[in-house]
């Protein structure tokens, strides 16, 4: 086995199966035996190793592919299943049957999956299950027994430990704490007069001594809530122990609303909600964003910069506490009043969980641990790999037990103490690859995703996290924010995948920045556009975007701003006539947003304030910018105000909404490109049973135009970006029927229309959108009036019938499959989207019409 394995065997791997003192069975430990396991078990394991080898990218025996057991799928995900890594096949790995290419890389998978298998059995072993374990905050941190507060808290380094606070006057001598053999200090303090002895709100800390004699304090690693003093600048946060009365505890009303058959994601930052230059409280933005949020046809909120972070610019991605929710916007019941308001609305709740580094802050956050700590003392590995170089922050040991207990327990405590309906974990990229994708370019090609430079421990880390999430909360929604589009990432750890529910498609928001800054408009390629779209593994779903916040951060601009730069501050107005700039502004925002949302995956987001055009950029308040608040909120007037032009770009996203609100087609598996012409600039496609028909040309109206379908009938009107409503010129009739003429020898796709069956002609203005339903004759009465009020777009799985899905799930290895990379995206200017060699991801058909 290669030594560039991290050292696994001498360092990480068997550390990072060291049970802790908490668990049901931690008797059984030997304390004398290599990390707390017995020579019998670390022979076992040491064996296993060596006998799953490590993935080599030249390694590549043949196996005859086999539909995946239920032996696998037993072992990966069944707690009470009493096999072992003896009983993995790799043959019988889900993945395999649908991407046989995978099977070279059959060594990583083998060797991963009985990583995982390993250590979950521990775990069980240890802890009882990992729901139990990862109940780590019903031990640590501080917990109200009968009759005392339990405080614990895991520093293997220190020397002496006390707990000080507004309670004892900040001098623990009265207080100091007892440590075990596995680095957990711990008090019980007694209640005074039958009252707690800590006070509820009452700030506190941890104090410890480490190897050179030195005292230091640091905020509590399990803390509940944290706050600073608002009146001092720079001033430390202080750790507050929550523990309100039963009177004051919010009390959850709602249910939680159904996993949807696709996600509508709407993207918020709290904090930065409101329309006055100030921070935004949780019960503000409840009662007057959730709303708008519901209003536009969204079913899901994402919301970032929930766990405590000391420096607000960040945008909450340096968290300093993670079990604390932001006490700029509030306490946590208010938080919790927030999601049993948007559970109110039908709305379902996610959270960004940064779980891929952590602040680099001594002071107010966990990087304070580790001081004069090795890796297997701390939360964090020491030396270069415990620092990323980009985001000056600390980096996660994923193989040691107590970060394992931290992490997981992270996450069911948002799911359990808030309701949270599932995350949006961040920077998976960076925990996939011991790189983190600096310098990066993912081409596709196998081997960069399955060689020495993955980082297994995190794989392993995100495969139990995923399966405890959906465990505890089987409707949970689990997203992926990763550029390198890894195969199996989002498929289920049954699978041999990592079990993530969709992937954010990267590339597609690039690509429309790199066009909005580069190209003019009569130079984008359709071909290229499409392919950017589409360009994702089948059976994977992905969530499509245009633009989120990071397209919006100070140094860059909104698409709308893109389009319409200066012209936003003075030609809004209705009531003067646009000039050219905002006409073609208006119209591809429309557009833009909505192919996007069409053929880029299998659920869409949009960030807050994009949905009707929201000028200039994000910048938090920060010195270099004099702390300026200006930028960092929503000029929701803008799009109350009447007679401005923003609420027609609002009107179109709500109507998107609608539309796949009642078509479902972003839930749909048949995805179909017919058409990609460039010298028209139209792309025709179908998605579910509707007909899409873009027209990108800034000039030319197409009278007539022929468009392929597969079901014959009667087709009208079900969304068009050119209606008055949406700030267009009311060019297309709604009300006009379109009948199907039949092409071809049936059966004989070579010899249709663009390989359709059926076509009908239309009318497409320049710089347009239109959707079009088929008509159901029994139900037409009732659906006459169906003409713009919905509005449907994308999914991705661009096949028509089960035999075309097998041979895309099977045909190419060659490996070509291009990840979310905006570089080497088009390999061959004349690939046919019919073709079958991105293996496993997702096809289309496309030539140009007669």
């Not at 086995?1 to 030997?30: E, R």
């Not at 100030?278 to 964003?289: G, K, L, P, Q, T």
């Not at 390989?755 to 339903?773: C, H």
Request: hydrophobic residues 35%; proline residues 5%.
């Amino acid at each position: 086995m290669p030594t560039a394995c991290w050292n696994l065997l001498s360092q990480t791997a068997l550390g990072a199966l060291m049970p802790s003192s908490l668990g049901k069975d931690a008797s059984k430990v030997s304390t004398s035996s290599t990390c707390g396991i017995s020579k019998c078990q670390t022979r076992l394991i040491v064996g296993s190793f060596r006998a799953a080898g490590f993935p080599s990218p030249k390694s590549g025996v043949k196996h005859q592919r086999v539909q995946p057991t239920s032996a696998i799928s037993d072992i990966l995900t069944n707690d009470n299943s009493t096999m072992s890594t003896a009983d993995v096949e790799t043959e019988n790995i889900g993945l395999f049957g649908m991407d046989s290419a995978l099977e070279p890389y059959k060594d990583h998978f083998r060797y991963r999956i009985m990583r995982y298998v390993e250590q979950k059995k521990l775990i069980e072993t240890y802890e009882g299950s990992l729901e139990e374990f990862a109940q780590g905050y019903l031990k640590f941190g501080f917990n109200r027994e009968k009759g005392y507060i339990l405080y614990q808290e895991w520093a293997p380094a220190a020397q002496e430990a006390e707990v000080i606070g507004d309670f004892n006057g900040w001098d623990g001598s009265n207080h100091r704490m007892e440590k075990n053999q596995f680095g957990v200090w711990s008090i019980k303090i007694p209640d005074c007069n039958g009252n707690p002895a800590i006070p509820h709100k009452s700030r506190v800390k941890f104090r410890f001594k480490h190897g050179n004699g030195d005292w230091i304090d640091r905020i509590p690693a399990w803390i509940k809530y944290a706050t600073v003093d608002p009146g001092k600048f720079a001033a430390p946060y202080d750790g507050v122990y929550w523990d309100p009365p039963p009177s004051e505890r919010y009390q959850f009303k709602y249910p939680r609303p159904p996993n949807p058959k696709s996600s509508r994601i709407y993207e918020a930052h709290v904090g930065m909600s409101s329309s006055e230059p100030r921070i935004n409280s949780y019960r503000e933005f409840a009662d007057d964003v959730l709303p708008r949020i519901q209003a536009n046809g969204y079913n899901t909120v994402q919301l970032m910069a929930i766990m405590e972070h000391s420096y607000y610019a960040s945008f909450g991605y340096h968290v300093t506490n993670f079990f604390a929710a932001s006490s700029r916007s509030g306490t946590p019941e208010d938080l919790k009043y927030l999601i049993d308001k948007a559970h109110s609305l039908g709305l379902r709740v996610l959270m960004d969980a940064v779980h891929s580094h952590a602040s680099n802050n001594i002071t107010d956050g966990l990087n304070g641990f580790d001081v004069g700590q090795s890796s297997q003392d701390s939360y964090f590995h020491t030396g270069e790999r415990g620092y990323h170089k980009l985001w000056d922050s600390r980096l996660f040991n994923y193989a040691n037990w107590e970060v394992l207990r931290f992490l997981l327990s992270n996450l069911r405590w948002w799911i359990e103490e808030f309701n949270f309906d599932g995350f949006r974990f961040d920077g998976v990229t960076s925990m996939l690859y011991h790189h983190h994708g600096i310098n990066t370019t993912f081409t596709g090609n196998y081997n960069g995703y399955f060689s020495e430079a993955t980082d297994v421990d995190a794989v392993v880390y995100m495969m139990l996290a995923n399966h405890l999430i959906h465990k505890i909360l089987p409707d949970a929604t689990v997203v992926a924010e990763d550029v390198s589009g890894m195969p199996g990432l989002c498929r289920p750890v049954s699978d041999g995948g990592i079990g993530f529910d969709y992937r954010l498609a990267m590339a597609i928001p690039d690509k429309w920045i790199d066009y909005l800054k580069n190209k003019k408009d009569e130079d984008w390629s359709l071909k290229e556009i499409t392919w950017s779209l589409t360009n994702r593994r089948y059976t994977e779903k992905c969530i499509a975007y245009a633009e989120s916040h990071d397209q919006a951060i100070v140094g860059d601009k909104t698409v709308a701003f893109f389009l319409m730069d200066k012209e936003m501050y003075s030609n809004m107005s209705c009531l003067t006539e646009a000039p050219p700039e905002v006409e073609r502004g208006i119209a591809l925002h429309k557009m833009i947003h909505f192919i996007t949302m069409a053929l880029g995956g299998e659920g869409y987001l949009n960030f807050m304030g994009n949905e009707f055009g929201h000028p200039e950029w994000i910048d938090f308040p920060r010195e270099g910018n004099g702390w300026s608040y200006e930028k960092c909120r929503r000029q929701w007037d803008l799009v109350d105000t009447d007679h401005l032009r923003y609420k027609f770009m609002n009107a179109f996203d709500k109507a998107m909404n609608l539309l796949d609100e009642e078509f479902s087609f972003l839930a749909s598996s048949k995805q179909i490109v017919s058409s990609i012409n460039e010298e028209d600039k139209v792309i025709v496609f179908e998605r579910g049973d509707l007909v899409f028909v873009f027209n990108f040309h800034p000039e030319n109206m197409y009278d007539g135009y022929k468009v392929g379908c597969d079901l014959p009938g009667k087709y009208r009107v079900a969304l068009d970006s050119d209606a008055w409503e949406f700030g267009g010129h009311g060019r297309v009739g709604h009300d006009v029927d379109h009948f199907t003429t039949p092409e071809g020898v049936p059966g004989v796709p070579e010899t249709n229309f663009n390989n359709r069956p059926n076509s009908f002609k239309v009318l497409s203005p320049p710089r347009t959108a239109l959707v079009y339903y088929m008509v159901e004759e029994t139900l037409e009465e009732n659906n006459h009036n169906k003409s713009t009020t919905f509005s449907e777009a994308g999914t991705a799985t661009l096949v028509e019938d089960e035999e075309n899905i097998e041979k895309l799930a099977s045909a190419d290895k060659s490996g070509s499959f291009s990840g979310s990379s905006t570089t080497g995206r088009l390999e061959n200017e004349e690939r046919e989207f019919a073709s079958s060699e991105n293996r496993g991801a997702v096809s289309s058909e496309a030539e140009r019409p007669n």
